[in-house]
């Protein structure tokens, strides 16, 4: 019986061993890591155009870009962090978004076209009403220093809003 209990305790013990071995980056952590360093950033929405800037990182392992924004958003000092991987199990990029104007984050997955450059996420955040909507956005990033980010709210067509990154020399 004692025979049974530890060979019993010895595979769930190798079992949870392997279960937690922890992730490595891969070829897509290699393409969010040429995002780090210090950005410009111009956002246009609603007719109005807000200046900022955004420094990227790799953080925890390699395995995620995590970001930093500053801007005047409207006359106020605007604050917003990202996190993104890419998660190997589901084979989509993942992203969270937090702001100084929301308790409730932006979840967003999506997928990477190489051939366009081109990261297309959805999800769900607050809208611009507060309550939880779903979000795309469309991210082009034509050179190694600008992104082209559009970004929809629901089912519009149209965008709710614009961000340029472009990189600090």
Not at 31 to 38: A, I, S, V
Request: charged residues 25%; proline residues 4%.
């Amino acid at each position: 019986m004692r025979m049974l209990m530890a060979t019993g305790l010895v595979v769930v013990l190798t079992v949870s061993a392997v279960a937690q071995q922890p992730a490595k980056p891969g070829e897509e952590h290699e393409m969010l890591k040429k995002l780090e360093g210090n950005w410009s950033t111009t956002m246009k929405a609603g007719g109005m155009e807000f200046k900022g800037s955004t420094t990227f990182k790799m953080e925890l392992g390699g395995m995620w870009l995590v970001g930093s924004l500053e801007s005047d958003l409207m006359g106020q000092k605007y604050f917003g962090r990202s996190m993104d991987s890419y998660d190997a199990g589901k084979k989509k990029f993942v992203s969270l978004w937090f702001d100084s104007m929301s308790a409730t984050p932006l979840s967003m997955e999506g997928t990477y076209d190489k051939a366009k450059k081109t990261l297309t996420m959805a999800g769900e955040g607050p809208g611009m009403d507060g309550k939880l909507a779903k979000w795309r956005s469309v991210s082009e990033m034509p050179d190694d220093d600008t992104i082209q980010m559009t970004m929809f709210v629901g089912d519009g067509k149209d965008p709710t809003f614009t961000v340029t990154y472009k990189r600090k020399k």
